[in-house]
């Protein structure tokens, strides 16, 4: 099972609560939690990343609303079986977009070409394995 | 000796030792906070090794010699003089010293100041809430404490209509207590009163406070220095259970003679330099124990140090921390080894009144119904 770490970095841009429902998706897309895993409570989650409550109970908010989460009352939140998504054209559009700009600026930011290629490479494993 | 030469021995005894206990850590304390926080600046680790601050930490400690020693020549004085009431003087001139030193070594390490990784990690495994002992041991030094006052309700008759409470220098009663429901479970219920409060403080630090590392040997050493807290505050617990349920059972000792202060001398010393022993032993966040080296505490080849996740500026004087904002209700202590309190959170404020108001208004109210 892969490791249950998140990362956040305040000192970004992108608002906090962007980030921690970024990473807890890449760890459930990962495999990370199985349906009916318990994630952290807010409360817990917030003090480990020195955060206001609000700020984790509105990522958990979004990776319900995708389907991810349950969010019980006394219970906290609860990963589940989710059922695959049908994207769109416009959906996988934007993605290829998304894609395109997070390379862009990858190689304005100096990392070399070939360095990009290698990341772009190691998904293929985590592809394989998520199907 | 006399009864009142006894008295005053053991008392010299039990102030120098605390001035020179306190002086022993307050000299070593720099040494035992995390590498990247530096008399409660953050900085970057290797700023411990340069020249300035060395000459800081020297400085520190050549105050903290000289006001200890002067402490103990005021106790001295005091215990010559045969000015007991004095002899606090000679803990606060140390006390007194100890912040003028720190503020001053603090004054001048706040221009190599920097400001620590904005990078938050977080474990998602589940986080057990582990109090030592279980509940049942957390539950023990109440259960001493009630079964102290059952067994004086069970004895009524046998306490006389007025007992013995405080005792003089010299070894004679001063203070009285009448056999009144308040008289006689006053000191139960300061014992409860207090034993709660530390009860919650231990458990704000093992469900409210912040894991500082993930993975690693910091994070398992941290693991152990939030063990070792809450087992030291468990035996203060029972320590205060104990002591109290004492002073309850003396209200129904016929004699008028004072419990034996080498008891109470031994005991508290005893305890005092066992716990000094393990904070020394353990630095602050386990970074002086065995399996962690220091090193592995630094900021894993980040630019900027981790340092204790909080920000620099909510830390007022460096030692009171006060951030609304931060969710966490229990933070480690910048200069010490331990944890206080986030002074910006209402659940800080109820805990620190159960702590401190509540056994003293059952104190007051003991001395008002003797």
């Known amino acids: 099972m892969a490791r249950r770490i998140l990362q956040i970095d305040l000192s970004q841009a992108t608002p906090a609560y962007e980030q921690i429902a970024s990473g807890l998706r890449r ?8 349906p009916g895993d318990q994630l952290p409570t807010v409360r817990s989650l917030a003090m480990d990343l020195g955060v206001h409550h609000n700020t984790v109970a509105e990522a958990y908010r979004i990776l319900a609303g995708e389907g991810w989460l349950a969010l ?43 360095a990009v290629k290698e990341e772009i490479d190691s998904l293929d494993g985590f592809l394989r394995k998520r199907q | 000796m006399t009864m009142q030469g006894n008295f005053f021995f053991m008392l010299t005894i039990l102030m120098i030792s605390t001035v020179v206990l306190s002086g022993f850590l307050l000299y070593k304390l720099p040494g035992l906070t995390r590498p990247d926080i530096y008399f409660s600046v953050t900085i970057r680790p290797d700023f411990r090794q340069s020249e300035s601050a ?37 803990v606060l001139w140390q006390v007194g010293g100890f912040l003028a030193a720190f503020l001053s070594a603090r004054k001048k390490v706040m221009p190599h100041a920097i400001e620590p990784s904005a990078v ?43 007992f013995p409470v405080h005792w003089g220098f010299d070894g004679r ?32 630090i093992a469900a409210f406070s912040r894991r500082i590392r993930v993975g690693g040997r910091a994070a398992a050493a941290e693991g152990r220095f939030r063990h070792i807290m809450l087992c030291i505050m468990l035996g203060s ?38 716990v000094t022993f393990v904070l ?56 010490g080894v331990g944890y206080t309190l986030n002074l910006g959170r209402p659940l800080a404020w109820a805990i620190l009144i159960l702590l401190v108001v509540v056994p003293v208004a059952a104190a007051l109210l003991m001395k008002f119904l003797q």
């Open chain 1, 27 to 34: 760890l459930l897309v990962e495999g990370a939690f199985r």
């Open chain 1, 72 to 114: 019980r009352r006394g219970r906290g939140a609860v990963a589940i079986e989710r059922q695959a998504a049908r994207p769109g054209a416009r959906a996988r559009a934007r993605f290829g977009q998304g894609l395109k700009e997070l390379v862009a600026k990858a190689i304005a930011e100096g990392i070399p070409r070939s």
């Open chain 2, 54 to 90: 060395r000459e800081i930490q020297a400085s520190y400690r050549r105050q903290i010699i000289l006001h200890s020693l002067i402490g103990i020549a005021l106790i001295i004085l005091a215990i010559r003089l045969k000015l007991p009431g004095a002899l606090v003087v000679g």
């Open chain 2, 120 to 162: 938050r990690e977080a474990d998602l495994a589940p986080a057990k809430m582990e109090l030592p002992g279980g509940w049942l041991a957390q539950a023990a030094p109440f259960a001493i404490l009630m079964v102290t006052g059952l067994w004086l309700r069970m004895h009524w008759n046998e306490i006389p209509d007025r």
């Open chain 2, 173 to 204: 009663p001063n203070g009285w207590g009448a056999r009144t429901p308040a008289g006689v479970f006053a000191p139960i219920l300061m014992g409860i009163a207090t034993c709660g409060g530390l009860f919650l403080l231990n458990h704000a």
């Open chain 2, 237 to 274: 617990e029972f320590f205060v259970a104990l002591l109290l349920s004492w002073v309850g059972l003396l209200a129904l000792r016929a004699t008028q003679e004072g419990p034996n202060p080498a008891v109470i001398l031994l005991g508290t010393l005893g305890l005092a330099a066992v």
């Open chain 2, 280 to 335: 020394i032993r353990t630095g602050q966040g386990g970074t002086r124990l065995a399996d962690a080296s220091h090193s592995a505490f630094e900021s894993g080849g980040e630019d900027t140090p981790i340092g204790d996740r909080t920000p620099d500026r909510y830390w007022k004087a460096g030692m009171f921390y006060i951030n609304p904002d931060d969710p966490a209700v229990m933070v480690e202590s910048r200069f």
